[in-house]
């Protein structure tokens, strides 16, 4: 990684943050299996109609702010970026945690107006519990960007652990004690999103402390005015936070046109909030699972690539994003073929067979565009490091454009499947915008191409083949492994070198 990230450091902090972030999507799924056992999946429908709420308003609020902060930064020459970056945090810090408290505010107010839209009447205490940790996360972010801007991820990293195990221990505590004393469904899941709030409030002291810490070796002597760091940074993250938030508004509009139209259809509430349930607690967990490999490869690329492209170093920008892109491909290509292929053994592993098997169809069809998130994801980082940040608002726009379309014609004919098939039309789009503005926009065209997906593909398919003729015999956990093994051995051999050297050149490490 040395070749990619510069520093041992930061190699070791993007190692750090690949293993912090399957920490985060363990204790979720550990948090959402016995969630799902307490409350059942009409509660998890209140649960969840109450965090792809406050999702969204978390990317509208913080998203942009930390990936700003770090371009700024990264962008400060070294004899007094120490300085700077002190500048551009306290700066951010006040802008976000004004941003923070109101929508807080929104959120507990609004509680009711908000379910009553969402014809989920019952998810308004969820909605109104978990209405605190927007100001917490906003707290987070702006800590996050004034590390990341360095290039250390490991304040970033130890701060999710805290947040995904806490909300894990404490959310499920307090669900099991809601329904142990006689508390209604809606109200258990109200009990369990509070214990997100508490998580993520330990996840902002944690970084707090680090803070503190790395407070003693700075000391801001830089006079750039507030109002001019104020305005680079929102100059900055104004479109990346746009950018974030439309997929989120789009994944939120989408859910409302989900359930209003099942309920349409002639299914009650309760009805209507499991399907959603099943869906929101299954298939997208698991949409989200690869993305959570390849996004510590972003986080790292937008400091590093930004500094490059700020001294014109042309050709060692290209050979990063290279190295990006070969690694995120090879891990999101057979993460998402094997989903798709073994979505029933794999929920099976985790949720109750019937629960698993009306998740599963869904699975299969999200999952190709969990590989599309991934390449979505590096291609917004290249785009925003290269001075090109509204691009991806507009990819992302025409994308939202798309999902909203199709969910919307596709749902009184197909019902619950239109909404997997319609994030697939809206990943699909984005990407091909983004990819193609890489070529047309910025001094790194080819740098990301259509050809380092080919192998991979093809490996994957082969392994992942292997390993549904082998599951009826040896069971999910052996079929996987094998599929594994074959992929990482099939890729090693196409290319004659050891697994070890496979990985390292994926990664630009070798």
């Known amino acids: 990684m040395k070749k990619i990230f510069k520093t041992d450091r930061v190699s070791r902090g993007v190692i750090l943050m690949t293993v912090s972030n399957l920490t985060v999507k363990a204790a979720g799924l550990l948090f959402k299996i016995p969630l799902t056992a307490l409350i059942g999946e009409t509660g998890m429908g209140y649960f969840n109609s109450a965090y792809t709420l406050f999702t969204w308003l978390y990317m509208l609020s913080a998203a942009g702010l930390p990936a700003a902060a770090s371009m700024l930064i990264a962008r400060i020459p070294d004899s007094r970026r120490r300085d700077g970056a002190m500048r551009v945090f306290t700066t951010s810090l006040g802008i976000f945690t004004a941003v923070g408290l109101f929508g807080c505010a929104v959120l507990i107010f609004a509680s009711g107006a908000i379910a009553h839209v969402m014809r989920v009447e019952a998810s308004a205490p969820a909605i109104a519990a978990i209405a605190p940790t927007l100001f917490f996360v906003c707290q987070s972010a702006a800590l996050r960007g004034y590390f990341q801007g360095f290039g250390d991820l490991r304040p970033h990293s130890v701060s999710q652990i805290a947040e995904a195990l806490g909300k894990a221990a404490l959310g499920t505590a307090l669900a099991y004690h809601a329904i142990r004393n006689g508390r209604s469904i809606s109200e ?17 002291i944690i970084l707090y402390l680090y803070f503190i810490f790395a407070k003693k070796q700075t000391d801001e002597r830089d006079r750039t005015p ?28 989408d859910s409302l ?95 109750a067979d019937d629960v698993a098997e009306r998740g599963a169809v869904m699975l299969t069809l999200l999952a190709p565009s969990s590989m599309l998130l991934c390449v979505l994801g590096l291609t917004n980082t290249v785009l925003q490091a290269c001075g090109r940040e509204r691009v991806p608002l507009y990819a992302m726009l025409c994308g939202a454009a798309v999902k909203l379309s199709s969910t919307w014609l596709l749902t009184p004919i197909i019902g619950k499947f239109a909404t997997p098939l319609s994030t697939f039309l809206c990943y699909l789009t984005a990407t091909v915008i983004s990819a193609a503005a890489i070529g047309a926009l910025t001094p790194l065209s080819g740098a990301v191409g259509l050809p380092l997906y080919i192998k991979p593909l093809v490996m994957s398919m082969l392994s992942v083949t292997a390993a549904v003729f082998v599951y009826p015999i040896a069971g999910t956990l052996v079929s996987v492994g094998i599929a594994a093994a074959g992929y990482f051995g099939l890729m090693a051999i196409s290319e004659g070198k050891s697994l070890h050297g496979i990985l390292h050149k994926s990664k630009g490490s070798s």
């Not at 899941?189 to 508490?198: E, K, L, M, Q």
């Not at 698991?286 to 001294?311: C, K, R």
Request: one cysteine or more; glycine letters at 6%; charged letters at 10%.
């Open 188 to 204: 258990a899941a109200a009990y369990a999103a509070a214990g997100i709030t508490v998580g993520v409030a330990a996840g902002m």
């Open 226 to 253: 507030r109002l001019t760091v104020a305005s680079r940074l929102i100059r900055a993250a104004f479109p990346i936070t746009l950018s974030s938030s439309v997929m989120s508004l789009a994944n939120l509009i």
């Open 257 to 351: 046109i989900m359930t209003r139209a099942l309920h349409a259809s002639g299914m009650s509430q309760a009805e209507t909030a499991a399907v959603w349930g099943n869906y929101s607690s299954l298939a997208v967990p698991m949409f989200n699972l690869p993305p959570v490999l390849t996004m510590p490869i972003a986080y790292a690329l937008l400091p590093a690539l930004s500094g490059e492209i700020a001294l014109g170093n042309r050709e060692k920008a290209i050979k990063l994003t290279k190295d990006a892109a070969s690694a995120t491909a090879v891990l999101a290509v057979p993460c998402a073929v094997g989903l798709a292929a073994m979505s029933g053994p794999i929920l099976s592993l985790l949720f």
